[in-house]
């Protein structure tokens, strides 16, 4: 503070009697460094009741640096123009008591009417009331002392304090006692406070600090500037304004910064923004211990004795231009001196908010950070923010219900999905993310009109307006959820996005969870080929049924819409955009893969949403036998575990009608329902038409009549055939034949196939030239072949089996066998045949002990054993030398192996197995040779492959349609080592399924299993089985 130069005016006469004799008419100090000059004859009684008509005067040094007061004296002095006093002026002085009196002090003063308030006391005698500042240490009488008074700390204004008042108190008896001399008073203001903006100070004025509420200040408290001007150390009950010295604008962008210390606790320590008003709504609490409204809590709050760094983005909490800072420190109970807390380093700068970037569709779409808001005010604590660790992850912590704003909106329907990574670092009441398609009403997140919009994840607590999901991620997990939020959410346009972490209880501290990699995208259509139109159908999955679905499962489409994965037990049904008329020419086709088979797998159309009314489901797949209800299943081939088949089906033999849904049954309610996989794809509903080979001739070669190769060959001649071009075999064969399925078509080939080899097949019983019951006889163990022992003068099986000899010779090569008409052969449903034996014709020999026999089950041979049920079991190879040897063949019955299996039987039992190895006779109770499923479970076989040199010529024409025939170049029999290793190159070429290879485990158990094997096998007999 700078004072102009002041006139001075000579005390020209005595104005007081007794006459006043000064050394010097002026008394001089310093005000910021300049001197200062008071007349004395300005000078007036400072309260006119104590001065005695300042009949003492002041006596003034020669350099008028030094006032000394005699006696009861009241002195002051105008100042003019009046003294400005700030938080961080100060003055000092050297103060000397030569006799102690009553009370001995300065004062600053606005008036001559003496304020306790305004005096600063060097020494007294006299019990002083508290609106006296007795500076400490006192003044002994004697002594000189040094004084540096913060007297911003105890008063301040702007051109306000008028007076400098020189006050002895004796009004005692002798009043003429008491000595004090004050010299080299300096008056001088510190750094006064600021803050920064964009690298700008920013300073503030305390000299017009103002309170703010009403009877809320404790004015006679005054606010700190350190050296600095960084700090402001609040003291005491206060509520005090400052006005910058130029406003500062807080937007969206804002961020502050600022250290807080906090010595003495008590009810709220805040800092603030204002304009002119002064309203307390703009506060940001850093410590407390009782609770406001509108105001802002940071977190965490500061506890006595800490220190906090505080950085925030308070232009997330609001925004506008400001001219105040405000400083709240209430204490307004009790001890309102108390309470000391410091703010430090105010900053605001302006920050680049991070984007989180969502996939909408597809489409990477950047959500700004900037717009988080409260979804709900009396939820949020708001000064818990949304936190951006990566550009696809926003983290919660602490109590939060904000909102951010959807850059582009989008729709919500019924076919929506929402797809997140979730992880829980600590657990607060709930975490929630939610969906708002009301774009003026942010808090309808909580609303249940129409369905919900908000997904509970974690946290214990249940509340009404969400949809708990499950599993729930646990502490410490990470958890990828995806949600049709379709089925719940009442849809519409997508305007914001609410992320919700309750933690409402204490101190709103507890909770830390983070959303990552959100996603929403659109089911595919569910697209079936109608009539040869694609055809999307909306991908709004309807239960149906009579309560047998599990809503936790959906079908999943495919991108392209034509597969339908099915994964657990769900019965779903699809509303078609027109509904479907079936006709007596309708033929639904598909393909079915089952990869873990369960109870049911059925497809349906139907009129409405239940499955009690009609028939209207295809059982296709399944293990269940019975209580099927309404549903379809005889007549339908069934797909097995492993396998995929194609279907065609005209829908007429089950039902005709105008139908709206199409459903898919996936029926595993028993037990877990959420395993079985199936797929069902390319779907199609077609009218049959008369087929464009009627009028056609065209033949094809084939080294294989196989179905496919049937069907291929075909396919490939109606390029040729002009009324063809673009149309399907399958579809052709089945009007051509008028048949009802695909079953149909392929029992037609394989009938075609069989007639192309008609006359080159031989019966395995005009092969030994023998009657069925000695073919019978000698597969189950029996007859002289089997019985008879070569020995010198004895039977000779190369004569009395000579016929062997002569039909391997005429047939075996360029024939084709069929296998003989006997039980032991019927019902070879894993396509696997095998011989064991347990002798030898040579008296001295032994079959080659190849194998270990592990059990017979009577009833899988009853024809054989004879016996309706029963079993004998050969633990730790008790069964002797034991010598098994089979085959396999593929589930095409074009496949060489397949039809020339009669062939490969001849030479493992035959040739090998009697005449070359002289093996004979069967394990009790059970057939020498047969289909896998008879035999007795062993641990494994040899095994025997037939390749075939063949050509099949296949011919079409208007009249005879399809004939075939077949030339056998040669059959050739090998070794193919283990039967089960090569029954799993069947699976991988395809002619077998897995399901069937798990199946052959059962009957070769594997080396050194019979153990297990029998203990399987016992238990359910009700037995242990002890090794």
Same mark, same amino acid.
């Given at each position: 503070?700078?004072?102009?130069?002041?006139?001075?005016?000579?005390?020209?006469?005595?104005?007081?009697?007794?006459?006043?004799?000064?050394?010097?008419? $002026?008394?001089?100090?310093?005000?910021?460094?300049?001197?200062?000059?008071?007349?004395?004859?300005?000078?007036?009684?400072?309260?006119?009741?104590?001065?005695?008509?300042?009949?003492?005067?002041?006596?003034?040094?020669?350099?008028?640096?030094?006032?000394?007061?005699?006696?009861?004296?009241?002195?002051? @002095?105008? #100042?003019?123009?009046?003294?400005?006093?700030?938080?961080?002026?100060?003055?000092?002085?050297?103060?000397?008591?030569?006799?102690?009196?009553?009370?001995? +002090?300065?004062?600053?003063?606005?008036?001559?009417?003496?304020?306790?308030?305004?005096?600063?006391?060097?020494?007294?005698?006299?019990?002083?009331?508290?609106?006296?500042?007795? @500076?400490?240490?006192?003044?002994?009488?004697?002594?000189?002392?040094?004084?540096?008074?913060?007297?911003?700390?105890?008063?301040?204004?702007?051109?306000?304090?008028?007076?400098?008042?020189?006050?002895?108190?004796?009004?005692?008896?002798?009043?003429?006692?008491?000595?004090?001399?004050?010299?080299?008073?300096?008056?001088?203001?510190?750094?006064?406070?600021?803050?920064?903006?964009?690298?700008?100070?920013?300073?503030?004025?305390?000299?017009?600090?103002?309170?703010?509420?009403?009877?809320?200040?404790?004015?006679?408290?005054?606010?700190?500037?350190?050296?600095?001007?960084?700090?402001?150390?609040?003291?005491?009950?206060?509520?005090?304004?400052?006005?910058?010295?130029? +406003?500062?604008?807080?937007?969206?962008?804002?961020?502050?910064?600022?250290?807080?210390?906090?010595?003495? @606790?008590?009810?709220?320590?805040?800092?603030?923004?204002?304009?002119?008003?002064?309203?307390?709504?703009?506060?940001?609490?850093?410590?407390?211990?009782?609770?406001?409204?509108?105001?802002?809590?940071?977190?965490?709050?500061?506890?006595?004795?800490?220190?906090?760094?505080?950085?925030?983005?308070?232009?997330?909490?609001?925004?506008?231009?400001?001219?105040?800072?405000?400083?709240?420190?209430?204490?307004?109970?009790?001890?309102?001196?108390?309470?000391?807390?410091?703010?430090?380093?105010?900053?605001?700068?302006?920050?680049?908010?991070?984007? @989180?970037?969502?996939?909408?569709?597809?489409?990477?779409?950047?959500?700004?950070?900037?717009?988080?808001?409260?979804?709900?005010?009396?939820?949020?604590?708001?000064?818990?923010?949304?936190?951006?660790?990566?550009?696809?992850?926003?983290?919660?912590?602490?109590?939060?219900?904000?909102?951010?704003?959807?850059?582009?909106?989008?729709?919500?329907?019924?076919?929506?999905?929402?797809?997140?990574?979730?992880?829980?670092?600590?657990?607060?009441?709930?975490?929630?993310?939610?969906?708002?398609?009301?774009?003026?009403?942010?808090?309808?997140?909580?609303?249940?009109?129409?369905?919900?919009?908000?997904?509970?994840? +974690?946290?214990?607590?249940?509340?009404?307006?969400?949809?708990?999901?499950?599993?729930?991620?646990?502490?410490?997990?990470?958890?990828?959820?995806?949600?049709?939020?379709?089925?719940?959410?009442?849809?519409?346009?997508?305007?914001?996005?609410?992320?919700?972490?309750?933690?409402?209880? /204490?101190?709103?501290?507890?909770?830390?969870?983070?959303?990552?990699?959100?996603?929403?995208?659109?089911?595919?259509?569910?697209?079936? $080929?109608?009539?040869?139109?694609?055809?999307?159908?909306?991908?709004?999955? #309807?239960?149906?049924?009579?309560?047998?679905?599990?809503?936790?499962?959906?079908?999943?489409?495919?991108?392209?819409?034509?597969?339908?994965?099915?994964?657990?037990?769900?019965?779903?049904?699809?509303?078609?955009?027109?509904?479907?008329?079936?006709?007596?020419?309708?033929?639904?086709?598909?393909?079915?893969?089952?990869?873990?088979?369960?109870?049911?797998?059925?497809?349906?159309?139907?009129?409405?949403?239940?499955?009690?009314?009609?028939?209207?489901?295809?059982?296709?797949?399944?293990?269940?036998?019975?209580?099927?209800?309404?549903?379809?299943?005889?007549?339908?081939?069934?797909?097995?575990? /492993?396998?995929?088949?194609?279907?065609?089906?005209?829908?007429?033999?089950?039902?005709?009608?105008?139908?709206?849904?199409?459903?898919?049954? !996936?029926? $595993?309610?028993?037990?877990?329902?959420?395993?079985?996989?199936?797929?069902?794809?390319?779907?199609?509903?077609?009218?049959?038409?008369?087929?464009?080979?009627?009028?056609?001739?065209?033949?094809?070669?084939?080294?294989?009549?196989?179905?496919?190769?049937?069907?291929?060959?075909?396919?490939?001649?109606?390029?040729?055939?002009?009324?063809?071009?673009?149309?399907?075999?399958?579809?052709?064969?089945?009007?051509?034949?008028?048949?009802?399925?695909?079953?149909?078509?392929?029992?037609?080939?394989?009938?075609?196939?069989?007639?192309?080899?008609?006359?080159?097949?031989?019966?395995?019983?005009?092969?030994?030239?023998?009657?069925?019951?000695?073919?019978?006889?000698?597969?189950?163990?029996?007859?002289?072949?089997?019985?008879?022992?070569?020995?010198?003068?004895?039977?000779?099986?190369?004569?009395?089996?000579?016929?062997?000899?002569?039909?391997?010779?005429?047939?075996?090569?360029?024939?084709?066998?069929?296998?003989?008409?006997?039980?032991?052969?019927?019902?070879?449903?894993?396509?696997?045949?095998?011989?064991?034996?347990?002798?030898?014709?040579?008296?001295?020999?032994?079959?080659?002990?190849?194998?270990?026999?592990?059990?017979?089950?009577?009833?899988?041979?009853?024809?054989?054993?004879?016996?309706?049920?029963?079993?004998?079991?050969?633990?730790?190879?008790?069964?002797?030398?034991?010598?098994?040897?089979?085959?396999?063949?593929?589930?095409?019955?074009?496949?060489?192996?397949?039809?020339?299996?009669?062939?490969?039987?001849?030479?493992?039992?035959?040739?090998?197995? #009697?005449?070359?190895?002289?093996?004979?006779?069967?394990?009790?109770?059970?057939?020498?040779?047969?289909?896998?499923? !008879?035999?007795?479970?062993?641990?494994?076989?040899?095994?025997?492959?037939?390749?075939?040199?063949?050509?099949?010529?296949?011919?079409?024409?208007?009249?005879?349609?399809?004939?075939?025939?077949?030339?056998?170049?040669?059959?050739?029999?090998?070794?193919?080592?283990?039967?089960?290793?090569?029954?799993?190159?069947?699976?991988?070429?395809?002619?077998?399924?897995? !399901?069937?290879?798990?199946?052959?485990?059962?009957?070769?158990?594997?080396?050194?299993?019979?153990?297990?094997?029998?203990?399987?096998?016992?238990?359910?007999?009700?037995?242990?089985?002890?090794?």
């Amino acid at each position: 503070m700078k004072f102009p130069s002041i006139s001075l005016v000579a005390l020209a006469a005595s104005i007081i009697s007794p006459v006043v004799v000064v050394a010097q008419s $002026n008394i001089v100090f310093k005000i910021d460094g300049s001197d200062v000059s008071i007349p004395l004859s300005g000078q007036t009684s400072y309260d006119s009741n104590q001065d005695e008509r300042m009949r003492r005067p002041l006596v003034v040094s020669a350099d008028g640096r030094s006032v000394t007061v005699e006696g009861n004296t009241h002195r002051a @002095l105008p #100042l003019t123009p009046a003294l400005t006093i700030k938080a961080s002026t100060t003055m000092e002085l050297d103060v000397t008591i030569g006799d102690i009196q009553e009370a001995q +002090a300065l004062c600053i003063d606005e008036n001559t009417g003496h304020s306790p308030s305004r005096c600063f006391v060097f020494a007294h005698t006299q019990d002083l009331s508290s609106s006296w500042h007795v @500076l400490e240490p006192q003044t002994p009488e004697g002594e000189t002392r040094h004084y540096s008074i913060p007297i911003g700390h105890y008063f301040w204004g702007v051109n306000k304090y008028n007076y400098l008042a020189y006050m002895q108190d004796n009004d005692s008896n002798d009043r003429d006692s008491g000595s004090m001399t004050i010299a080299n008073i300096q008056i001088s203001d510190g750094a006064e406070y600021f803050i920064e903006q964009d690298g700008i100070r920013h300073y503030v004025n305390t000299a017009e600090q103002k309170s703010i509420g009403s009877g809320q200040d404790s004015w006679q408290y005054g606010l700190k500037v350190s050296d600095d001007g960084k700090s402001m150390q609040v003291q005491g009950n206060m509520h005090r304004a400052v006005p910058l010295d130029t +406003a500062v604008t807080i937007d969206v962008n804002t961020q502050l910064d600022f250290d807080f210390t906090l010595e003495d @606790l008590r009810d709220l320590h805040a800092l603030c923004f204002a304009d002119s008003t002064l309203n307390k709504n703009k506060c940001l609490v850093a410590g407390k211990q009782e609770h406001w409204s509108n105001v802002f809590y940071l977190s965490p709050q500061t506890q006595q004795g800490e220190s906090h760094h505080y950085s925030l983005p308070i232009g997330l909490l609001y925004q506008g231009t400001f001219d105040h800072i405000m400083f709240i420190q209430d204490n307004d109970s009790g001890c309102r001196s108390c309470g000391d807390a410091t703010y430090a380093n105010v900053k605001l700068s302006q920050i680049v908010h991070p984007e @989180l970037d969502i996939m909408v569709n597809g489409v990477v779409q950047k959500i700004k950070a900037s717009t988080a808001v409260s979804a709900r005010d009396d939820q949020d604590t708001k000064t818990n923010f949304l936190e951006f660790p990566t550009s696809v992850s926003v983290t919660m912590i602490g109590n939060t219900h904000k909102a951010l704003t959807i850059t582009e909106p989008f729709t919500i329907d019924k076919a929506t999905e929402l797809d997140f990574d979730f992880t829980v670092t600590d657990f607060a009441d709930h975490h929630t993310i939610c969906i708002v398609t009301d774009p003026t009403n942010i808090a309808s997140y909580k609303s249940t009109s129409g369905g919900k919009r908000c997904f509970t994840v +974690a946290g214990p607590q249940t509340v009404s307006w969400d949809v708990d999901m499950s599993p729930k991620t646990q502490l410490g997990e990470t958890r990828h959820y995806n949600i049709p939020i379709g089925r719940w959410h009442p849809g519409g346009t997508a305007y914001y996005l609410v992320f919700v972490q309750d933690s409402d209880a /204490g101190n709103k501290l507890p909770g830390e969870s983070t959303f990552s990699n959100i996603e929403f995208s659109q089911r595919p259509d569910l697209v079936l $080929n109608i009539n040869g139109v694609d055809t999307g159908v909306f991908n709004h999955q #309807l239960s149906y049924g009579s309560r047998q679905d599990f809503s936790d499962n959906l079908v999943d489409v495919s991108d392209d819409g034509k597969t339908a994965s099915m994964y657990g037990n769900l019965w779903k049904a699809f509303e078609l955009p027109t509904p479907v008329t079936i006709t007596d020419d309708t033929v639904l086709s598909f393909t079915l893969d089952v990869e873990q088979e369960l109870e049911i797998v059925s497809i349906c159309f139907d009129e409405d949403l239940s499955d009690q009314v009609h028939a209207r489901c295809l059982k296709l797949s399944g293990y269940q036998t019975r209580d099927f209800g309404t549903l379809i299943y005889k007549g339908i081939k069934q797909t097995y575990e /492993g396998e995929t088949k194609e279907y065609m089906i005209r829908l007429k033999e089950f039902y005709t009608g105008t139908f709206q849904y199409i459903a898919l049954q !996936h029926d $595993n309610d028993a037990t877990d329902r959420y395993t079985g996989i199936s797929h069902i794809s390319d779907i199609s509903l077609h009218e049959i038409e008369p087929s464009c080979l009627t009028g056609a001739t065209f033949n094809f070669n084939l080294n294989e009549c196989t179905i496919d190769g049937f069907v291929a060959g075909v396919q490939s001649s109606m390029a040729s055939v002009g009324a063809c071009a673009g149309k399907d075999a399958w579809r052709e064969l089945l009007s051509l034949w008028d048949g009802q399925s695909d079953s149909d078509v392929r029992k037609r080939i394989q009938d075609i196939c069989v007639s192309g080899n008609a006359g080159e097949t031989v019966s395995f019983d005009m092969l030994l030239d023998s009657e069925k019951q000695f073919v019978e006889e000698f597969f189950d163990g029996g007859n002289k072949w089997n019985y008879e022992v070569d020995e010198a003068g004895g039977p000779d099986l190369a004569t009395n089996a000579a016929r062997i000899t002569y039909a391997d010779e005429k047939f075996d090569d360029k024939t084709a066998i069929s296998l003989p008409h006997v039980h032991n052969f019927e019902g070879c449903e894993l396509r696997a045949a095998m011989c064991c034996y347990v002798a030898a014709r040579d008296a001295d020999s032994e079959p080659t002990d190849n194998s270990d026999a592990c059990y017979m089950e009577f009833k899988n041979s009853q024809e054989s054993s004879h016996v309706r049920d029963g079993y004998s079991i050969y633990p730790d190879d008790s069964e002797g030398a034991f010598a098994c040897h089979g085959f396999v063949w593929g589930n095409d019955s074009g496949y060489a192996d397949a039809a020339f299996k009669g062939n490969t039987l001849f030479d493992v039992a035959l040739l090998n197995g #009697l005449m070359s190895n002289k093996e004979v006779e069967e394990l009790p109770g059970a057939p020498m040779c047969g289909c896998v499923e !008879h035999m007795p479970v062993v641990s494994r076989a040899d095994c025997t492959t037939t390749t075939v040199t063949q050509n099949v010529s296949i011919s079409f024409n208007p009249v005879s349609k399809f004939t075939a025939e077949g030339s056998i170049t040669n059959v050739v029999h090998e070794s193919c080592g283990d039967l089960a290793t090569h029954y799993d190159q069947l699976v991988a070429d395809g002619k077998a399924s897995q !399901h069937e290879r798990d199946a052959l485990d059962s009957h070769l158990v594997g080396d050194g299993q019979c153990g297990p094997a029998l203990s399987a096998f016992l238990s359910t007999k009700g037995f242990t089985y002890s090794p």
